[in-house]
Protein backbone atom coordinates (compact mmCIF):
# COMPACT_ATOMS: atom_id res chain seq x y z
CA UNK A 1 0.00 0.00 0.00
CA UNK A 2 1.07 3.16 -0.87
CA UNK A 3 2.48 5.68 2.27
CA UNK A 4 0.84 8.96 2.99
CA UNK A 5 4.02 10.95 1.41
CA UNK A 6 3.21 9.37 -1.84
CA UNK A 7 -0.87 9.54 -1.40
CA UNK A 8 -0.59 13.65 -0.82
CA UNK A 9 1.69 13.69 -4.03
CA UNK A 10 -0.79 12.30 -6.23
CA UNK A 11 -3.54 13.61 -4.60
CA UNK A 12 -1.99 17.30 -5.52
CA UNK A 13 -1.17 15.82 -8.92
CA UNK A 14 -4.50 14.77 -10.05
CA UNK A 15 -5.97 18.26 -8.56
CA UNK A 16 -3.97 20.16 -10.92
CA UNK A 17 -4.74 17.75 -13.65
CA UNK A 18 -8.57 18.10 -13.08
CA UNK A 19 -7.85 21.58 -12.62
CA UNK A 20 -6.03 21.75 -16.29
CA UNK A 21 -9.52 19.74 -17.73
CA UNK A 22 -11.81 22.44 -16.51
CA UNK A 23 -9.53 24.89 -18.38
CA UNK A 24 -9.19 23.42 -21.41
CA UNK A 25 -13.31 22.10 -21.26
CA UNK A 26 -14.13 26.02 -21.24
CA UNK A 27 -11.98 26.81 -23.80
CA UNK A 28 -13.89 24.08 -25.94
CA UNK A 29 -16.93 25.07 -25.06
CA UNK A 30 -16.23 28.59 -26.01
CA UNK A 31 -15.04 27.82 -29.32
CA UNK A 32 -17.74 25.44 -29.63
CA UNK A 33 -19.97 28.66 -29.72
CA UNK A 34 -17.69 30.72 -31.80
CA UNK A 35 -17.57 27.69 -34.42
CA UNK A 36 -21.69 27.09 -34.53
CA UNK A 37 -22.04 30.84 -35.22
CA UNK A 38 -19.19 30.82 -37.84
CA UNK A 39 -21.62 27.68 -39.45
CA UNK A 40 -25.12 29.29 -39.05
CA UNK A 41 -23.81 32.76 -40.12
CA UNK A 42 -22.54 30.90 -43.36
CA UNK A 43 -25.66 29.00 -43.59
CA UNK A 44 -27.83 31.39 -46.09
CA UNK A 45 -24.80 32.00 -48.44
CA UNK A 46 -24.30 28.15 -49.36
CA UNK A 47 -28.07 27.82 -49.64
CA UNK A 48 -28.64 30.82 -52.00
CA UNK A 49 -25.48 30.14 -54.47
CA UNK A 50 -26.82 26.26 -54.13
CA UNK A 51 -30.09 27.83 -55.62
CA UNK A 52 -28.88 30.05 -57.95
CA UNK A 53 -26.84 27.44 -59.32
CA UNK A 54 -29.66 25.13 -59.81
CA UNK A 55 -31.25 27.43 -61.49
CA UNK A 56 -29.09 28.65 -63.79
CA UNK A 57 -27.40 25.27 -64.62
CA UNK A 58 -31.08 23.89 -65.30
CA UNK A 59 -31.20 27.39 -67.71
CA UNK A 60 -27.67 26.42 -69.55
CA UNK A 61 -28.90 23.01 -70.04
CA UNK A 62 -26.12 23.01 -73.22
CA UNK A 63 -23.30 24.43 -71.73
CA UNK A 64 -20.20 22.46 -70.75
CA UNK A 65 -18.61 23.30 -67.68
CA UNK A 66 -15.42 21.31 -66.84
CA UNK A 67 -16.68 20.88 -62.98
CA UNK A 68 -20.05 19.41 -64.15
CA UNK A 69 -18.54 16.39 -66.17
CA UNK A 70 -19.50 12.93 -65.00
CA UNK A 71 -17.19 10.48 -65.98
CA UNK A 72 -16.38 6.70 -65.19
CA UNK A 73 -15.18 6.38 -61.38
CA UNK A 74 -11.98 4.46 -62.00
CA UNK A 75 -9.59 7.03 -60.16
CA UNK A 76 -11.02 9.35 -57.60
CA UNK A 77 -10.06 11.63 -54.62
CA UNK A 78 -10.94 11.13 -50.65
CA UNK A 79 -10.70 14.17 -48.57
CA UNK A 80 -10.71 13.41 -45.02
CA UNK A 81 -10.55 15.74 -42.35
CA UNK A 82 -8.88 15.72 -38.88
CA UNK A 83 -7.40 17.41 -36.24
CA UNK A 84 -4.05 18.86 -35.68
CA UNK A 85 -4.75 17.81 -32.04
CA UNK A 86 -5.83 15.15 -29.89
CA UNK A 87 -8.00 15.24 -26.03
CA UNK A 88 -10.85 14.97 -28.23
CA UNK A 89 -11.90 11.01 -27.54
CA UNK A 90 -12.79 9.06 -30.71
CA UNK A 91 -13.20 12.15 -33.03
CA UNK A 92 -9.88 11.92 -35.32
CA UNK A 93 -10.19 7.68 -34.49
CA UNK A 94 -13.78 7.52 -35.69
CA UNK A 95 -13.25 9.35 -38.85
CA UNK A 96 -10.10 7.47 -39.67
CA UNK A 97 -11.77 4.15 -39.49
CA UNK A 98 -14.37 5.11 -41.58
CA UNK A 99 -11.70 6.24 -44.17
CA UNK A 100 -9.53 3.01 -43.99
CA UNK A 101 -12.98 1.49 -44.45
CA UNK A 102 -13.03 2.83 -47.74
CA UNK A 103 -9.59 2.42 -48.88
CA UNK A 104 -10.04 -1.29 -48.47
CA UNK A 105 -13.38 -1.50 -50.18
CA UNK A 106 -11.80 0.08 -53.33
CA UNK A 107 -8.63 -1.92 -55.43
CA UNK A 108 -5.33 -0.69 -53.88
CA UNK A 109 -3.90 2.36 -55.57
CA UNK A 110 -7.36 3.67 -56.92
CA UNK A 111 -7.98 6.20 -54.24
CA UNK A 112 -5.83 9.80 -54.23
CA UNK A 113 -5.88 10.79 -50.48
CA UNK A 114 -5.78 14.21 -49.28
CA UNK A 115 -5.64 14.89 -45.88
CA UNK A 116 -6.60 17.84 -43.26
CA UNK A 117 -5.36 17.77 -39.79
CA UNK A 118 -1.94 16.62 -38.50
CA UNK A 119 -3.47 13.54 -36.76
CA UNK A 120 -5.03 11.91 -39.88
CA UNK A 121 -1.38 12.68 -41.77
CA UNK A 122 0.36 10.76 -39.25
CA UNK A 123 -2.11 8.47 -39.30
CA UNK A 124 -1.71 7.47 -42.41
CA UNK A 125 2.16 8.10 -42.86
CA UNK A 126 2.60 5.24 -40.16
CA UNK A 127 0.63 2.50 -42.23
CA UNK A 128 2.20 3.43 -45.24
CA UNK A 129 -0.09 4.98 -47.18
CA UNK A 130 0.83 7.82 -50.10
CA UNK A 131 -0.54 11.09 -49.72
CA UNK A 132 -1.02 13.37 -52.38
CA UNK A 133 -1.54 16.71 -50.06
CA UNK A 134 -2.04 16.87 -46.49
CA UNK A 135 -2.64 20.51 -44.86
CA UNK A 136 -1.42 21.14 -40.94
CA UNK A 137 -0.83 23.60 -38.38
CA UNK A 138 -5.13 24.27 -38.92
CA UNK A 139 -6.69 27.81 -37.92
CA UNK A 140 -8.68 27.24 -34.96
CA UNK A 141 -11.78 27.98 -36.70
CA UNK A 142 -12.68 27.43 -39.86
CA UNK A 143 -10.77 29.56 -42.96
CA UNK A 144 -12.28 30.81 -45.86
CA UNK A 145 -8.53 30.72 -47.45
CA UNK A 146 -7.99 26.77 -46.60
CA UNK A 147 -11.38 26.02 -48.30
CA UNK A 148 -10.36 28.33 -51.53
CA UNK A 149 -6.61 26.52 -51.50
CA UNK A 150 -8.64 23.12 -51.16
CA UNK A 151 -11.04 23.65 -53.73
CA UNK A 152 -7.59 25.27 -56.51
CA UNK A 153 -6.51 22.04 -55.48
CA UNK A 154 -8.99 19.70 -56.11
CA UNK A 155 -10.72 21.68 -59.09
CA UNK A 156 -7.48 21.04 -60.70
CA UNK A 157 -7.25 17.45 -60.05
CA UNK A 158 -10.70 16.67 -61.47
CA UNK A 159 -10.20 18.99 -64.66
CA UNK A 160 -6.84 17.58 -65.41
CA UNK A 161 -8.44 13.90 -65.33
CA UNK A 162 -6.01 13.03 -62.53
CA UNK A 163 -9.17 11.64 -60.64
CA UNK A 164 -12.91 11.33 -61.86
CA UNK A 165 -14.75 11.76 -58.35
CA UNK A 166 -13.62 13.80 -55.14
CA UNK A 167 -15.03 12.82 -51.91
CA UNK A 168 -15.47 14.82 -48.40
CA UNK A 169 -15.61 12.91 -45.64
CA UNK A 170 -16.01 14.66 -42.01
CA UNK A 171 -17.56 14.65 -38.97
CA UNK A 172 -21.38 15.86 -38.41
CA UNK A 173 -22.36 18.19 -35.48
CA UNK A 174 -25.96 16.34 -35.09
CA UNK A 175 -25.73 18.15 -31.16
CA UNK A 176 -23.03 18.56 -28.37
CA UNK A 177 -23.30 15.18 -27.67
CA UNK A 178 -23.73 13.29 -30.88
CA UNK A 179 -21.32 13.36 -33.82
CA UNK A 180 -21.56 11.17 -37.36
CA UNK A 181 -19.15 11.01 -40.14
CA UNK A 182 -20.52 11.61 -43.44
CA UNK A 183 -18.73 11.30 -47.02
CA UNK A 184 -20.11 13.98 -49.59
CA UNK A 185 -19.69 13.97 -53.05
CA UNK A 186 -17.97 17.16 -53.72
CA UNK A 187 -16.96 17.10 -57.29
CA UNK A 188 -18.46 16.63 -60.09
CA UNK A 189 -20.82 19.07 -59.30
CA UNK A 190 -23.20 17.53 -61.90
CA UNK A 191 -23.56 14.59 -60.09
CA UNK A 192 -25.67 15.48 -57.51
CA UNK A 193 -29.47 17.55 -57.45
CA UNK A 194 -27.58 20.70 -57.08
CA UNK A 195 -26.48 21.00 -60.48
CA UNK A 196 -30.00 20.85 -62.00
CA UNK A 197 -31.52 18.16 -64.37
CA UNK A 198 -34.08 18.09 -67.21
CA UNK A 199 -37.11 18.98 -65.33
CA UNK A 200 -35.41 22.35 -64.26
CA UNK A 201 -34.46 23.34 -67.31
CA UNK A 202 -35.40 26.82 -69.13
CA UNK A 203 -33.59 27.97 -72.03
CA UNK A 204 -35.65 30.91 -72.24
CA UNK A 205 -33.18 32.44 -69.67
CA UNK A 206 -30.92 35.33 -70.92
CA UNK A 207 -27.35 35.57 -69.32
CA UNK A 208 -26.04 38.69 -69.58
CA UNK A 209 -22.60 39.08 -70.07
CA UNK A 210 -22.89 34.85 -71.26
CA UNK A 211 -23.66 31.79 -69.67
CA UNK A 212 -19.71 30.76 -69.45
CA UNK A 213 -18.39 33.95 -67.79
CA UNK A 214 -21.53 33.33 -65.17
CA UNK A 215 -20.47 29.95 -64.26
CA UNK A 216 -16.93 30.31 -64.56
CA UNK A 217 -18.13 32.98 -61.51
CA UNK A 218 -19.95 31.24 -59.52
CA UNK A 219 -19.03 27.26 -59.88
CA UNK A 220 -15.74 28.02 -58.45
CA UNK A 221 -17.27 30.08 -55.13
CA UNK A 222 -20.13 26.89 -55.06
CA UNK A 223 -17.64 24.63 -54.28
CA UNK A 224 -15.88 26.95 -51.75
CA UNK A 225 -19.01 27.50 -50.11
CA UNK A 226 -19.52 23.35 -49.88
CA UNK A 227 -16.27 22.88 -48.61
CA UNK A 228 -16.11 25.93 -46.17
CA UNK A 229 -19.57 24.49 -45.08
CA UNK A 230 -18.00 21.02 -44.18
CA UNK A 231 -14.61 22.21 -42.77
CA UNK A 232 -16.76 24.35 -40.40
CA UNK A 233 -18.87 21.60 -39.10
CA UNK A 234 -15.80 19.12 -38.75
CA UNK A 235 -14.53 22.03 -36.54
CA UNK A 236 -17.70 22.31 -34.57
CA UNK A 237 -18.00 18.45 -34.06
CA UNK A 238 -14.18 19.28 -32.87
CA UNK A 239 -14.64 21.13 -30.58
CA UNK A 240 -17.44 19.31 -28.84
CA UNK A 241 -16.00 16.31 -28.92
CA UNK A 242 -13.19 18.20 -26.96
CA UNK A 243 -14.99 19.58 -24.40
CA UNK A 244 -17.44 16.40 -24.02
CA UNK A 245 -14.11 14.24 -23.41
CA UNK A 246 -12.33 16.96 -21.16
CA UNK A 247 -15.69 17.03 -19.12
CA UNK A 248 -15.16 13.34 -18.49
CA UNK A 249 -11.94 13.54 -17.99
CA UNK A 250 -12.77 16.33 -15.46
CA UNK A 251 -15.45 14.30 -13.69
CA UNK A 252 -13.09 11.05 -13.19
CA UNK A 253 -9.92 13.29 -12.25
CA UNK A 254 -12.50 14.23 -9.48
CA UNK A 255 -13.66 10.87 -8.71
CA UNK A 256 -9.41 9.63 -7.88
CA UNK A 257 -9.16 12.26 -5.41
CA UNK A 258 -12.29 11.32 -3.81
CA UNK A 259 -10.70 7.98 -3.33
CA UNK A 260 -7.62 8.91 -2.73
CA UNK A 261 -8.29 11.32 -0.48
CA UNK A 262 -10.48 8.89 1.73
CA UNK A 263 -7.38 6.46 1.41
CA UNK A 264 -5.64 8.85 2.98
CA UNK A 265 -7.55 9.51 5.83
CA UNK A 266 -8.17 5.78 6.20
CA UNK A 267 -4.28 5.28 6.53
CA UNK A 268 -4.07 8.40 9.23
CA UNK A 269 -6.41 6.83 11.24
CA UNK A 270 -4.74 3.98 11.44
CA UNK A 271 -1.36 5.42 12.46
CA UNK A 272 -2.79 7.60 15.18
CA UNK A 273 -4.68 4.28 16.28
CA UNK A 274 -1.66 2.45 16.13
CA UNK A 275 0.10 5.17 17.98
CA UNK A 276 -2.48 5.18 20.43
CA UNK A 277 -2.13 1.66 21.14
CA UNK A 278 1.39 1.46 21.44
CA UNK A 279 1.06 4.47 23.91
CA UNK A 280 -1.30 2.58 25.72
CA UNK A 281 0.42 -0.23 25.62
CA UNK A 282 3.85 1.10 26.51
CA UNK A 283 1.70 2.82 30.02
CA UNK A 284 0.74 -0.81 30.56
CA UNK A 285 4.05 -2.06 30.63
CA UNK A 286 5.39 0.53 32.90
CA UNK A 287 2.46 -0.49 35.47
Known sequence: MASLKDLRRRIRATTSMQQIFKAMEMVAAAKLRRAQARAHAASPYAKKITEILTNLSGAAGDLEHPLFEVREVRRSALVVITA???????????????????????????????????????????????????????????????????????????????????????????????????????????????????????????????AESIFRELVPRYATAKLYSALSDAFAAEHSARMVAMGSARKNAGELVDSLTLTRNRLRQAAITREIAELVGGAEALK
Do not use: C, K
Not at 114 to 136: C, K, P
Not at 146 to 174: C, K, N, P, S, W
Not at 194 to 200: I, Q
Open 84 to 210: DRGFAGTYNINVLRAAETILRSRPRGSVELVVVGRRGRDYFRRRGHALHASHTDLPGDASLDLARALTDDLAAMFVRGEVDQVEIMFTHMVNALVRRVVTETFLPIGGDATAGGPAARDHGTIFEPD
